[in-house]
């Protein structure tokens, strides 16, 4: 899948076009099409029902619609069983409680045959961090690269 303005250059949010034509982004920000452009660096990804996502793997915090009431009953790291208070990769956590499971994170190969349960932030999967207590809302996205 194509992964959107994902590196540090530039290290700044690049507005997005109002033409998906125009998906491709330079150093300079300015949208483009797709001449000489990186496939993976691509904005866009066209959904089935003819819904545009763009820059799907983020490059910016973004929120989600999805919050959690309690996030200490979150994914926990498998080896441990702490609280997942610092960046884990998702292939160190194991499926967490009721409230907030790793499945609704991530894909998990035994119900998607396309995902490997061991990418992880080498492969644009990015870790993940939540607080030890207390109401909770998931972002995507990140910094820059």
Aim: hydrophobic share 35%; charged share 15%.
């Amino acid at each position: 899948m194509n992964m959107g303005h994902t590196d540090s250059n530039p290290g700044n949010a690049c507005e997005a076009s109002t033409d998906p034509n125009l998906a491709y982004v330079q150093t300079d920000c300015v949208p483009k099409d797709s001449t000489g452009m990186v496939w993976a660096q691509k904005r866009t990804h066209s959904l089935s029902n003819g819904e545009i996502l763009w820059d799907f793997s983020g490059n910016v915090w973004e929120w989600t619609s999805r919050d959690i009431a309690d996030i200490s009953a979150g994914p926990y790291v498998a080896t441990d069983l702490a609280p997942v208070t610092s960046w884990r990769e998702f292939v160190a956590l194991n499926s967490g409680l009721s409230l907030l499971t790793k499945a609704e994170l991530v894909p998990l190969n035994s119900q998607t045959a396309f995902w490997n349960d061991s990418w992880n932030s080498t492969y644009n999967i990015g870790p993940y961090k939540s607080e030890t207590s207390g109401a909770a809302t998931i972002m995507r996205g990140g910094a820059f690269g």
